[in-house]
């Protein structure tokens, strides 16, 4: 449904204090709306307010520092209840009920909207929060000098794709390799998959040995697991004296401890046991041999180590990659819209912060990246499965290095240094493990020539047996982990697969349906913007395809063509490009808002381009101008835009009110503007400040001047359209005096003859009581007596051209013209 914007109501809130009177301010729907104000009375915080109830935030208040608490000036400083109420009065476009919409705040920030009639509120206020609905100077400025991927994404918004473009950047962040790998810890489970796999590598290198010796065949891996175990069992079952305690069980159940126990039971004696012990250690450090990487893998881990630490030397350390990535996160929000100012410390510069972030970012991406292939390679040879080779070549007193090492890969902090001490750590183990293997077999042979023959390969076969249950349980664990990661690994890559598919077709729609209605809003643009400022300069949009970058430019400067707007365009003029572009988008994507509010956005311009810029909101933009067009509210403190909002207010087709007070007490509503200064006028002289009653007075009589010239069609000069010197109301008198000189010679006035003589009567009053000193600045020779006179005359004046509609009611309407009632 569309909106269009029938009052607003303020208290609590901003600059509006209004305690139990809250600020109302009535629009008209089919008209040009338009409030004036001074500087420093609330006219911002009416703007301000329905910034808050549509967006739930003032992004100026946002933007402060946190030291100067902008949270907590969102509430007026001087209200009692700390509360601020903002209400909306919504009337359908298509016709219906109105629908109130109110939203509070209290002080600790806490949001709550109603609305009539059983409404949601919240829908529809989500509904109208549109880029174009609240407009002032700042966003035509930001709009000009954004980045060109800023521009685009804040005109997404124009065009009404925001919520395209929102999914477009989300979908960008999601597929995002480095974001990612990190979210999803990809690196760690790609290291657990060759973890599980050196693991099973290992176990079957130890299944294949101590398979031949347990069976005496070699292993044969086509082999089901049911007849490698059932050879394995067999083996192990001919053994006389192990019989009893493998029938009936599966190989990997039977207990080894009780086969040696067995065999020791039959030989007894102490050697027996050294000998059984001996072959265990033996198994125990033949197995942590086993995986031991090689020297060129040594020099492989040292060569990664040093690349890492060559690319974490151009950047600052882990201290500040969380600064970086955490400005990159705030830089890269929407509502960060000025990418030159940096979130740390406010300071502003000309080259964007984003980008030299980035840059630092893309550093520490670099040593990400070196000390993922350091973790690749610590995984593949094996290096992390060299704990039980440290276990037992560990001296008393040492300290061991592979905790160390494990979780300086895993934090990404092994360095070249460390890498060289752990490889020549572990080459020191390996040597003690060479030692202590020949050791052991010398040991075993000794205590061999002391044991039956028989009983000596009894108890090897079972430790055989031993060693293989092991590594057939150990490769089963290690295959399973590995299978778990390649199925995670797996079903996250098909993700990422998605994620990529998605972000580059939902790119590619969101760039082109953007192409699109780009195409149909540069006429429009154009069109708006060659009625502001009536020159030979054509401006330009353009976005490249695929991208989001919205570049700007004029197609035409003069009779140069293809130039930067940037460069040779005045401040009124990138206004006017930017206004242009605005108002080009509201107008043909308007969506459930069918309202715009406008404030302060002619401050730079000059009061010619002020003057077609209404123009065109007037006549061919807004309503009722333009039927289809939206409703416009214009909020200003130029008084000189205030005169035309005055002349314009007397026709059917603008509705202009005016605003007094102050933050702490109150603001109201002056729609009577014209009686405001006539009795301004009056309480000056009833209390005899005669010098401070003298300008109210010279307002008064200009409006009413004006007014008649107006209602009337009087034709004036148009170098006094717009002046502004003493002698103007002369000079409107005497075009007033010149046309009914006119009308009465060729015998076509209108007016009564009495009317015509208190015309000059009046005139004479006004000028000789007023006029005449005011433009010599000798307003102190009256007493407040006579002025009190000027102004009745001002008022008889304008009397003597209006006439009564019916005869006797008391009702005066204003003649067609000095000729036609």
């Known amino acids: 449904m569309s909106w269009l914007l029938k009052a607003v109501s303020v208290e609590g809130f901003r600059g509006v204090n ?63 209840a700390n509360v601020g109420t903002v209400a909306l009065t919504l009337e359908p476009d298509t016709g219906g009920n109105d629908v109130e919409i109110t939203v509070t705040r209290d002080s600790h920030g806490n949001r709550n909207v109603a609305a009539s009639g059983g409404a949601d509120g919240d829908a529809i206020l989500a509904e109208l929060n549109r880029e174009f609905v609240l407009l002032d100077g700042p966003t035509f400025h930001e709009f000009i000098n954004f980045a060109p991927l800023a521009r685009g994404r804040s005109f997404a918004g124009l065009l009404g794709l925001k919520r395209y473009s929102a999914v477009r950047q989300a979908l960008q962040s999601l597929a995002n390799t480095n974001a990612f790998n990190n979210h999803f810890g990809i690196r760690d489970k790609n290291r657990e998959r060759a973890t599980a796999l050196q693991s099973s590598q290992r176990a079957l290198a130890g299944i294949r040995d101590a398979y031949k010796s347990l069976t005496g065949e070699d292993f044969d891996p086509s082999l089901s697991e049911d007849q490698i175990l059932k050879k394995a069992f067999n083996a192990l079952d001919g053994i006389g004296i192990l019989q009893p305690h493998c029938a009936g069980k599966p190989f990997l159940e039977i207990s080894i401890d009780d086969c040696v126990a067995e065999a020791k039971k039959a030989e007894g004696g102490e050697t027996r046991e050294k000998h059984s012990a001996v072959i265990k250690q033996e198994g125990s450090w033949i197995d942590a041999m086993r995986m031991l990487p090689t020297a060129n893998d040594g020099a492989q881990l040292i060569a990664l180590a040093k690349a890492r630490d060559d690319a974490l030397a151009h950047t600052q350390g882990d201290l500040f990659l969380r600064l970086y990535k955490l400005s990159e996160e705030i830089l ?32 520490y991406n670099e040593v990400a990246e070196a000390a993922a292939s350091l973790s690749g390679s610590w995984a593949d040879h094996g290096w992390n499965q060299l704990g039980n ?8 007193g040492e300290v061991a290095l592979l905790p160390q090492g494990e979780a300086k890969i895993k934090s990404g902090g092994f360095d070249e240094e460390f890498a060289r001490k752990f490889t020549a750590w572990i080459a020191t183990l390996a040597e003690r493990g060479r030692k202590a293997l020949e050791d052991l077999r010398h040991e075993k042979e000794q205590l061999e020539q002391g044991l039956p023959p028989l009983l000596t390969a009894v ?48 790119a590619d729609a969101e760039s082109r349906a953007s192409a699109r209605r780009l195409e149909a809003v540069k006429p429009v643009c154009r069109q708006i913007f060659g009625a502001i400022v009536f020159e030979p300069i054509v401006p330009s949009l353009s976005k490249r395809e695929g991208s989001e970058d919205l570049s700007i430019g004029l197609a035409q400067f003069w009779n140069l063509n293809e130039i930067s707007a940037r460069a040779v365009l005045s401040e009124s003029y ?24 406008l404030d302060d956005v002619t401050s730079s311009f000059d009061a010619g381009h002020q003057f077609h810029l209404m123009e065109v909101i007037r006549k061919s933009f807004a309503r009722p101008g333009k039927a289809t067009g939206p409703q416009v509210i214009i909020l200003s403190h130029d ?106 010679a060729a015998n076509s006035i209108v007016l009564e003859p009495l009317q015509i003589q208190n015309i000059k009567t009046e005139v004479a009053a006004i000028t000789g009581n007023y006029l005449n000193h005011w433009a010599t600045g000798q307003v102190q020779a009256f007493a407040a007596g006579p002025l009190m006179g000027v102004m009745q005359s001002i008022d008889n004046f304008s009397n003597c051209f209006k006439y009564q509609d019916p005869p006797g009611s008391g009702n005066s309407k204003f003649y067609r013209s000095l000729s036609q009632r």
Request: proline share 4%.
């Open 18 to 80: 209004n305690e139990g009177a809250p600020l109302h301010l009535q629009f008209k729907t089919n008209r040009v709306n338009s409030v004036a104000a001074p500087n420093g009375v609330g006219k911002s915080s009416i703007f301000d307010a329905v910034m808050y109830a549509l967006t739930g935030r003032i992004q100026k208040l946002e933007d402060l520092p946190a030291a100067e608490q902008g949270q907590s000036y969102y509430l007026n400083r001087f209200h009692p």
């Open 459 to 506: 108890v090897e076969k079972a430790e055989a047996a031993r060693r293989l249950q092991m590594h057939w349980l150990e490769n089963r664990r290690a295959n399973s982990e590995r299978q778990a990661a390649e199925e995670e690994l797996h079903n996250l890559s098909r993700i990422k697969r998605f994620l990529d598919n998605a972000s580059g077709q939902f």
């Open 332 to 363: 890269t929000r929407d509502d960060w819209t000025d990418k030159s100012v940096c979130p740390t410390c406010d300071r502003d510069g000309e080259d964007s912060v984003l980008e030299h972030v980035q840059e630092k970012v893309a550093k």
């Open 389 to 396: 080779l440290e276990k037992l070549a560990l001296a008393e």
């Open 574 to 597: 990138r206004n006017a490009f930017a206004i242009s572009v605005y108002l080009a988008a509201a107008s043909l994507y308007g969506g459930s808002a069918r309202f715009l509010i």
């Open 639 to 744: 008084t000189m835009l205030e005169k035309l909002f005055n002349k314009y207010s007397r026709d059917d087709d603008w509705w202009h009110q005016r605003i007094e007070g102050n933050a702490r007490t109150s603001v109201l509503p002056q729609s009577g503007a014209v009686n405001k200064v006539r009795d301004t006028a009056m309480d000056l002289l009833n209390v005899g400040r005669v010098e401070d009653a003298s300008p109210w007075i010279r307002r008064y009589l200009e409006y009413r001047l004006e007014e008649v010239i107006h209602k009337l069609k009087i034709p004036v000069p148009l170098d006094i359209a717009h002046s502004d010197y003493k002698q103007m109301p002369q000079n409107l008198i005497e075009a007033i005096d010149s046309a009914v000189g006119l009308h009465v």
